[in-house]
């Protein structure tokens, strides 16, 4: 019973540690306000659920929506839309594309991720295959500050921007654990020829694009 408790007790304070330093670290550096973002290179946009229609689930909808308000205010240049394209049935990358060259963006200025399986993949590849300096990290409130902290154990100058209060916030209690172990420890990922940034986004399509009028 004694080491139960005390694995349990151990348990707790790791957990609440790595989350203490994780939103600790990074508090300074999320907004929910376009406003208040600084300019920069990029905007990124992690994946999320797409339908099997190939239409946007709700959280990634949001996300793409804040990008787009983020380019054009001219807070960034550029979309980095990150996402899963493991099997060929299922494709975030090129329907949040999409959504965004729907929505006004320029094609030459949105790229696409196709090996972003999870967060700390699409900002290790951000940083190692697209050049990206520095970078807007737009997604959901509880998972704001893991992914701003990971962006900056790749090597950016990120700061995120909060685009509602979606996703499971008691998921994300236990991913900062595994999060600040990727930021710490900073493991390879799936690389790539490189893409910069800085030149043209349609180099990095797998895919012509879909047939989009603006909205």
């Known amino acids: 019973m004694t080491i139960l408790l005390t694995s349990v007790l151990l348990a707790v304070l790791v957990v609440t540690a790595a989350n203490v330093?994780?939103?600790g670290r990074t508090d300074d550096a999320v907004t929910a306000e376009v406003a208040a973002v600084r300019p920069a290179q990029v905007a990124i946009v992690p994946g999320s659920l797409v339908r099997p229609d190939g239409t946007l689930g709700a959280v990634v909808r949001q996300r793409v929506d804040a990008?787009?308000?983020l380019y054009r205010?001219?807070?960034v240049q550029k979309l980095l839309v990150s996402g899963d394209h493991g099997r060929p049935d299922y494709d975030e990358p090129d329907a949040m594309r999409d959504?965004?060259?729907a929505a006004g963006v320029a094609p030459e200025d949105v790229f696409t991720d196709y090996a972003g399986f999870d967060t700390w993949h699409t900002m290790r590849r951000a940083h190692d295959v697209f050049g990206v300096a520095s970078a807007v990290v737009v997604t959901q409130a509880p998972a704001a500050a893991r992914a701003v902290d990971l962006a900056r154990a790749a090597g950016l100058d990120a700061q995120g921007l909060v685009t509602g209060e979606g996703g499971r916030a008691g998921r994300e209690v236990l991913a900062r654990v595994r999060g600040l172990g990727q930021a710490t420890l900073r493991?390879?990922?799936t690389g790539g020829p490189a893409i910069p940034v800085a030149g043209d986004g349609r180099a990095s399509w797998a895919r012509p694009v879909a047939a989009v009028a603006p909205r």
């Open 67 to 69: 990008a787009v308000a």
């Open 73 to 75: 205010d001219g807070r």
């Open 21 to 23: 330093v994780v939103v």
């Open 187 to 189: 493991p390879e990922v």
């Open 99 to 101: 959504a965004a060259l």
